[in-house]
Structures are given as structure tokens and as C-alpha cells.
């Protein structure tokens, strides 16, 4: 219900037009390769290998997102869900960003722990079939669950590792894991042919120029600075939005 709420704010607010292919190609890809560490340029490789498909995601359906949907932005009474908080990295982008953003989040949480991997990718196809249940999805949607989630670890690996370029390995693991042809299939599953692949691929759209600048050790883009702010982790602090959007709460 959140995107439904959400997506009736589209083109009445003067909040931030999202364009992650342009900061993970464009602002990352080459940040990781400056570390030196080959674990790093590995993945900055792989990232190159699926250029055209990165930037297809600039094509797909977009709305008004949360822009940081993990379990520490939910909340529950008892065990039933109540609603969210924290909608201070309020922006547009391809609507299924939150959807990838939450099950990355919940695959980062759990990574080392091989049984939870193998639940992950039955939990990927209940989330996207659920959402898919209130917000009806086009096939290059599904196609994209995959290629969304990647370039969201591959922001997670490039900001950790402008903090620590050691410790981003152990991000960049969950990044190549994600990578592996197996995995692929099955965070699509079935559903998705050659066809819808190419189709999906067919949409590859430049976004707006993106290149690295100051502020968050130069890593980040002019509009998405504040992504920082973000995590796959508990809840952060309450920051203030430029846009004056505090940590506001929208329960059921």
C-alpha cells in the first residue's frame, strides 16, 4: 500500500529524480578500481559486463519510492505490520527500487549463513509476486528484480569502500554471489524469457550526466548525495531533508 500512496504524489513535488546507473557507472565503477584491490575491481568488471542492462533500469515504470525501505524502517504491533518511518530520502525512481532495496537488505543481514541464501530466493519471488499482487508489473520488471538488486549492493560496496576498502570486501562477496549465473535464474525464477530479457534490454536509456564530485569523500552524485544516509541496517538517526521532510511516519 505504500507505493499506492506514494505514487499519487508523481510530478507534484520538487523532491530528487533518482538515477542509480549513473552513480554506480559512473561514480562507483571507477572508485572501486582506484582501491587497488583486485576483489574490488572484480566486481567493477562485472559491473561493466552488464552496462546496457544497468542502464535499462532508467526505462522501467517510475514513481514517487521511500528510497530506503529495510526492516529497521518498519513498524509492527505484536508481529503484525503497522507501517514506516523515515521518509526523509523521498525521491523518483523505477518503482520496484524498494521492493530489491528490502530484499537486499534482508540478504545482507543473513549472507554467511548458506540456508538463509536458499530461503532468500524463495522470499525474492513471495516479495515480488506480493507486490505484484497491489502494483500491477510489467515483464521487464521481473526481468529487472536481478539487475536492481546488484546495483543496489554495488552501492553498498562502493561506499563502504571509500570508508574502509578491506571491510568492502566482505560487501563485494554478497555483490559477485549475486553475479553467479544460478542466482540469476532463480531471483527471476521461470517466469521470465529470452524474450522479456531482450525487450528489457531494448529499453537501455542514457539518465542524466552523473559524474563524482565533492561532499561524501567524492563518491556520490550532486542530486543523491544524501543516499548516504541510507542503510541495509537498524534505523539511523533522524536527519534532515533539504526538502523539509523530517522522520515522518505513515502507519496503517
Not at 13 to 27: E, F
Not at 102 to 120: D, E, F, H, I, V
Request: glycine share 10%; net charge neutral.
Amino acid at each position: 500500500m505504500l507505493h499506492r500512496g506514494l505514487g499519487t504524489g508523481v510530478g507534484k513535488t520538487d523532491l530528487p529524480v533518482g538515477n542509480l546507473p549513473g552513480i554506480i557507472l559512473q561514480s562507483v565503477a571507477p572508485a572501486l578500481v582506484q582501491t587497488g584491490r583486485p576483489t574490488l575491481r572484480a566486481v567493477q568488471e562485472q559491473l561493466l559486463d552488464v552496462e546496457d542492462a544497468l542502464w535499462a533500469l532508467q526505462a522501467l515504470p517510475r514513481q514517487l519510492i521511500h528510497r530506503d525501505a529495510h526492516i529497521g524502517n518498519m513498524l509492527f504491533r505484536d508481529t503484525t505490520f503497522a507501517g514506516w518511518v523515515d521518509f526523509d530520502l523521498l525521491e523518483t525512481n523505477f518503482r520496484i527500487f524498494d521492493v530489491c532495496y528490502c530484499a537486499a537488505g534482508l540478504l545482507a543481514a543473513q549472507y554467511t549463513n548458506s540456508a538463509w541464501r536458499t530461503q532468500w530466493m524463495s522470499a525474492v519471488r513471495t516479495m515480488v509476486d506480493a507486490y505484484g499482487e497491489v502494483v500491477r508489473l510489467v515483464p521487464a520488471e521481473v526481468v529487472a528484480v536481478w539487475v536492481a538488486m546488484i546495483a543496489i549492493e554495488a552501492l553498498f560496496v562502493g561506499i563502504s569502500a571509500q570508508r574502509d576498502p578491506q571491510a568492502a570486501e566482505g560487501t563485494a562477496a554478497i555483490c559477485r554471489w549475486l553475479f553467479e549465473p544460478q542466482n540469476r535464474r532463480c531471483v527471476a525464477g521461470d517466469r521470465v524469457s529470452g524474450t522479456s530479457w531482450g525487450v528489457f534490454l531494448a529499453a537501455r536509456t542514457r539518465g542524466v550526466g552523473c559524474s563524482p564530485i565533492g561532499g561524501y569523500h567524492g563518491l556520490l552524485c550532486p542530486a543523491l548525495t544524501r543516499d548516504v544516509a541510507g542503510s541495509h541496517g537498524p534505523t539511523q538517526p533522524s536527519v534532515s531533508s533539504p526538502h523539509g521532510a523530517e522522520r515522518l511516519c505513515l502507519v496503517k
